[in-house]
């Protein structure tokens, strides 16, 4: 069988340049335009020395297959052209060679394909390892944790169908075979704002809506499900569906998933009845007596109180008042507190991001115990953030994202540009200095410690008005603008402030 054209080691007519390091000019159009001009005739990947540059092209490839593993297993990275699989299996043999851990870091912005190439690196590392018994079973647990934390932890967003709304970073360990034998995930920055708001056109998070259409009839009555539109943690912004995505079907996938971590069918009941429970406490309304809040509605109660095993009254006494404890000497006292409407409404909301987030974390725990070992030989990490991200409103969490994206372009910077520049420099070498934007500024901004950045100012309001709801938006920013009104990358303005990160400004409220 001929190879595939992409694929063919004595084609001479190759598209653009494989590797950029080899570029002519090293200026941003022309890398640009190599990648388009690579793009265009459907060469995904890249290289600029050992990164690996991978382009979205927003349709199925044809070049994932067994045979595609074949050609890539055990050959040099120069023999064929440039591809994710030859970027693992070179991480996998210097893993095996040096007996020494790996790590592959891949960021992008929002919807490059970073949960992609993640799966892609999974995938060759399950199919090329071998092994019987246990080291199946853990295979398993590796592959079928992706549509598990999926189901739980990504959404659709105006840029990303499937957009990870968490950061994790999965180690996979090996004996010193090269034989899969455990793993662990450690998971960070889940968008719990999420649960309880989303922009126009976005949706929450997948398993809501897997539950409202997978469910069986039995499992709607038990869990008072009904449509989307129903709910109001779903229905803000006028998106329930997406395009070529069978949310009944990923039920089925993400129930099956959940088989293999060996969740017990009650506990996947539980699991689904939480689910159940935030939908329902969203549908709790408020409305104002007296100038306190009471329940619109106390029917809204019963529901979400059966789901969680509480009594529907403990729910609204906690909706809509606070204990306070006040300390002096060897003396304390308790005072109630009746709570506004947009107090309890707060309330609510905190309630429902906190068991969201446990149960986030139940999950990426259950996962962690079915390939736990008790020690690890030698270990491949793959991170997979968030991208960058620019919405219409951009919120904390937007924020911490963004920095993170800020700290890897960083890492990139000094791995590649920095420290190869460092090198000739050191070896004599003559050469014309590549120049670059070092974000370190950016970075500076957001974490320093001396002068205080944006997170050190954030540290203090927070301690000083800890106790006070009113004012705390209005000292941030009023400190922001004392500290930063003249730093070049910083601009605020009354509600909110921007910051002019390496990928753009972004406006924060």
Known sequence: MPPHHWQSKTQKNVSGVEDMVLIPKIAE??????????????????????????????????????????????????????HIYALTDNMYRNMLIEAENQCVIISGESGAGKTVSAKHI?????????????????????????????????????????????????????????????????????????????????????IFYQLCAGATADEKANLGLADPSYFSYLNQSGCDTVEGTDDAKDLQETKHAMSVMNITPQDQLNVLKAVAAILHLGNIDFVESGNYASVRDPSFLEFPAYLLGVQSSLIQEKFTTRLMESKWGGKSETTTMTLTVEQAIYTRDALAKAIYNRLFDYLVATVNVAMNKDRSDISIGVLDIYGFEIFEHNGFEQFCINFVNEKLQQIFIKLTLKAEQEEYVQE???????????????????????????????????????????????????????????HKHFTGFSGGFTILHYAGSVTYE
């Open 122 to 206: 999974m995938s060759y590392i399950t199919k090329v390892s071998g092994g019987s018994g246990d080291i199946l079973r853990v295979k398993d647990v590796i592959l079928e944790s992706n549509p598990l934390l999926e189901a739980f932890g990504n959404a659709k967003t105006v840029r990303n169908n499937n957009s990870s709304r968490f950061g994790k970073y999965i180690e996979i360990q090996f004996s010193r075979s090269g034989q899969p034998d455990g793993g662990k995930i450690s998971n960070f920055l889940l968008e719990k704002s999420r649960v309880v708001r989303q922009n126009q056109n976005e949706r929450n998070f997948h």
């Open 428 to 486: 004599g070498i003559k050469w014309t200095p590549v120049e670059y934007f070092n974000n370190e500024i950016v970075c500076d901004l957001v974490e320093e410690k001396k002068p205080p950045g944006v997170m050190c100012v954030l540290d203090d309001v927070c301690a000083t008005l800890h106790a006070q709801g009113d004012g705390a938006d209005e000292k941030f920013l009023g400190k922001l603008h004392e500290n930063f009104s003249s």
């Open 29 to 82: 159009d022309a890398i640009c335009e190599n990648l388009r001009k690579r793009l265009m005739d459907d060469y995904i990947y890249t290289y600029i020395g050992p990164v690996l540059i991978a382009v979205n092209p927003f349709k199925n490839m044809t070049y994932f297959t067994d045979r595609d593993i074949e050609q890539y297993q055990g050959a040099a990275i120069y023999e064929n052209p440039p």
